[in-house]
């Protein structure tokens, strides 16, 4: 063979991310196509978590559905079993009473604290600060002994049932959640300085993955994901449920669209959680916590829609009935399977490194995308 | 059923700090009779090893090695010990006194593991990958001047022997990258090499400025002229910025945070030693570490004045200054994120090497004039 026979192959490199990986926050896998260090394509790959939850639910009494949800967004899972049981009280017209309301816009405000800090911990060590990652794991720990205490469970709470909640909040839980807030802004504003002003962390997320308004609208992005492209879309203010039309509280969004506007909001929405948690806590009405609804449990014929705002974004439920105890069809709109679309759009020209923070960024749990 | 919240640990600060000093100082004091003890006794024995070369090179080589493998299992029990300070947790506590042996234990579990060579790889290079990387970092100890008796090979161009041997280690790494036939590995060795290379010329360009002060390549030299007052404090204008660079450049010699992308976890799964384990996994980590203390020692010779200091013996002094430099990296280490390639190689190119560059000139118009 002589020189000339040789062709040197220059074709790029194929490089699968995932499933098994650091940064892919689950069994994400991520087919990139790389010319050195610079991404040409992105393909995600999902379905290794697929369990057919869609499927149990059909198979199942209305009431059993729920610990299925805990399995959806396994980091929020109290804002799942809001969605699903808010369509199964719209199917079968049951009115939830009041305090019931305010308890679990409390829960899901709590979860909502625990999840964005999995995400502050598990972001900046992406991006290498791995210290970041030991402290909001330390304040995610006071939320989730609170919602132990309330619940029995730290992370599959099967808490927030068709009809309100099984249980009252236990004795002590209200100074518990007010001794936490008093720390709180306090711990989060000391992780914010560390990171939020460091040069690197800065140079490393300002202008990367950068969403334009209209393509986080074209793609169907919700969430933190498209606040953080300047649209100020949530499901709580734009079409309030259980009590958050009471609530006051501030929408952040930051226009910029890149991976540090994205995570100034979830920072921001933190913030606003503590005042909704204070809120519930002062103007919670004494009174029942449960409708009674019949053993066998069948709505009329019909469908319902249930629209949330989980952690990730606008997680919805759709619900349909024949008339039988079992649900017809139920299909769940996940916003981390959405926010996945937009990275085959995003990835292209950027560099292996900053794979890792926009997808970081979207905070996607892959329990939710594979359902 | 009340609510229960996690408090934190019961410590008493104040208490582990007046601890720790006091232990600091029966260790220095316990290393520092060391120096007294009589070894004029074995002075038959060290003539005869003066006698024989090659026994000689042979025993030097055996202590440098010993040394390193003894400084690594401490540095890396320190830096467990210091990024568990740092994250508010207490670090490994179980085996032996606070975790001290926790090393050993690791290191004996290494070697006890399967040598794994992956089917596809390399062989050649796979296996010999880990020893480019590690006897380079071991020649280059050879030269780092303890005390002005306690060098390994002491001769008129060390610092550039210093310099020029610790490049080698930039082959192993490719060479692990390559022959791992792994996409990580490649990538993570195709960093390291653009990463070492790059930080080479500031990191030269600053010795360079020391030694045009110092008149000599001779690292004992170099210390000896510090003997008045430190480099950083007789010069302070030249020589503060100047060890701002050296550090900033030693960082990613050792692929240290915020430097670490050749093996950036988050990104690379394990970078150019993916597909190590057991002895030769050790081996890069020895290395590491071993290159860790090189760096924070060379730093010490060249700005810090080496042994120089009142009181404790001279081998005692540069440990402690090393100690104290590498606690300074682990600080870095442990609160910084990682920096992309592309800002990595800008910030070499673009700040580092002009700054350097500048800090040459400066250097030699002021020994022009001066």
Known sequence: ?371 | MSVQTSQPARTAPGGQLVLGLILTLVLVGLVSALAYLPWYLLAPATKFIAAHPVLNAFLDALVVCAFIAAQCLFLIWLERKFAGWLQARLGPMHVGWKGTFQTVADAVKLLLKEDIIPTHADRPLFVIAPYLVFVPTVLAFMVLPFSLSWVGYDFGLSALFALSISTVAAMGILAAGWGSNNKYSLLGGVRAVAQLLSYEIPMVLVVLAVVMLADTLSLTQIVQRQAGLWNIAAQPLLMAPAFLIYFACSLAEVNRAPFDLPEAESELVGGFHTEYSGMRFAFFFLAEFANNFFSAGLAVVLFFGGWLGPGLPAPVWFTLKVLLLIGLMMWVRWTLPRLRIDQMMGFCWKLLVPLALALLCATALWLVKG
């Not at chain 1, 992105?42 to 697929?50: A, K, N, S, T």
């Not at chain 1, 649900?327 to 950027?350: E, I, M």
Request: charge should be negative; aromatic fraction near 8%.
């Open chain 1, 1 to 371: 063979m002589t020189l000339t026979d040789t062709e040197i192959s220059s074709t790029g490199m194929r490089l699968n991310l995932g499933p098994q990986h650091p940064s892919t926050h689950g069994v994400l896998r991520l087919l990139v196509e790389l010319d050195g260090e610079v991404i040409h394509s992105c393909r995600p790959m999902i379905g290794y978590l697929h369990r057919g939850l869609e499927k149990m639910f059909e198979a199942r009494p209305y009431r059993q559905t729920i610990p299925f949800t805990d399995r959806l967004d396994y980091l929020a899972s109290l804002n799942c079993n809001l969605a699903i049981s808010q369509a199964i009280e719209r199917l079968g017209g049951v009115e939830v009473p009041e305090r019931a309301q305010y308890i679990r816009v409390l829960l899901c405000e709590l979860n909502r604290i625990a999840s964005h800090l999995v995400f502050l911990g598990t972001f900046a060590s992406d991006l290498g600060a791995t210290t970041v990652f030991l402290y909001s794991f330390r304040e995610r720990e006071k939320v989730i002994d609170l919602l132990e205490a309330m619940t029995g469970a730290r992370l599959t709470y099967n808490y927030i049932r068709p009809g309100g909640v099984p249980e009252d909040l236990p004795e002590g839980f209200a100074e518990g959640v007010r001794a936490f807030l008093d720390e709180f802004p306090r711990a989060l504003d000391e992780n914010d300085r560390l990171l939020t002003g460091n040069g690197i962390f800065r140079a490393r997320l300002e202008g990367v993955g950068v969403i334009s308004p209209e393509m986080a609208i074209a793609h169907g992005a919700s969430g933190p994901v498209i606040r953080g492209s300047g649209v100020p879309y949530d499901i709580r203010r734009i079409a309030p449920y259980e009590v958050y039309d009471r609530m006051e509280f501030h929408v952040p969004a930051f226009a910029e669209g890149d991976c540090l506007a994205r995570y100034r909001v979830r920072i921001e929405e933190m913030r606003q959680s503590a005042r909704i948690i204070t809120q519930c806590l002062r103007e919670m009405p004494e009174g029942e916590i449960m409708t009674k609804m019949p053993k066998i449990f069948k709505p009329p014929v019909g469908e319902a829609y249930s629209r949330t705002e989980s952690p990730r974004g606008e997680l919805s439920v759709m619900m349909v009935s024949d008339g039988t105890p079992n649900p017809a069809r139920v299909h769940v709109r996940a916003p981390s399977f959405v926010h996945l679309s937009l990275l085959p759009a995003l990835l292209p020209g950027t560099k292996i490194a900053d794979v890792v923070a926009i997808l970081g960024s979207f905070d996607t749990v892959l329990g939710e995308v594979d359902r």
